[in-house]
Nanobody, 122 residues
Framework: VQLQASGGGLVQAGGSLRLSCAAS????????IAWFRQAPGKEREFVAA?????SYAASVKGRFSISRDSAKNTVNLQMNSLKPEDTAAYYC???????????????????WGQGTQVTVSS
C-alpha cells in the first residue's frame, strides 16, 4: 500500500483547507485510514480516522471532517475554522485490522504517506 498526501498550504486563521490521501495497492474500503499531525518540538498526535465511522480528536471535533471516496480511492480531511495551533505537518496512515481502541495510536498503522505542511497564520 502506498499513500500520497496532498492539499497542505498557508491559510489565515478562520480559513479552510482540504487534505487528500490517495491510496494505491488496496481499496480504502479495506483499510482504516487516519490523519496524524506533528508540530515542531511536539509529539505526533492523532487527528481523525475513518473505519466504519469517522472518529476525531477532541481538539478538532466540530471543525474537521473526514470522508472516504471509494471511487477515487482517497480519504479526505476537510479542515474548517483553522487556528494557529493547527499548524503542523499532517500525515495520512493506513492499516488493516486496526481495532477501534487502537485507532488513535500511530503504532497500529503499517503504512504512512509523506507529510503535507499546514500553516495557519494569526
Amino acid at each position: 500500500v502506498q499513500l500520497q498526501a496532498s492539499g497542505g498550504g498557508l491559510v489565515q486563521a478562520g480559513g479552510s483547507l482540504r487534505l487528500s490521501c490517495a491510496a494505491s495497492g488496496r481499496s480504502v474500503i479495506r483499510l482504516v485510514i487516519a490523519w496524524f499531525r506533528q508540530a515542531p518540538g511536539k509529539e505526533r498526535e492523532f487527528v481523525a480516522a475513518f473505519k466504519s465511522n469517522p472518529s476525531y480528536a477532541a481538539s478538532v471535533k466540530g471543525r474537521f471532517s473526514i470522508s472516504r471516496d471509494s471511487a477515487k480511492n482517497t480519504v479526505n480531511l476537510q479542515m474548517n475554522s483553522l487556528k494557529p495551533e493547527d499548524t503542523a505537518a499532517y500525515y495520512c496512515a493506513a492499516g488493516s485490522g486496526v481495532i477501534t481502541s487502537s485507532m488513535t495510536n500511530g503504532a497500529a498503522y503499517s503504512y504512512w504517506g509523506q507529510g503535507t505542511q499546514v500553516t495557519v497564520s494569526s
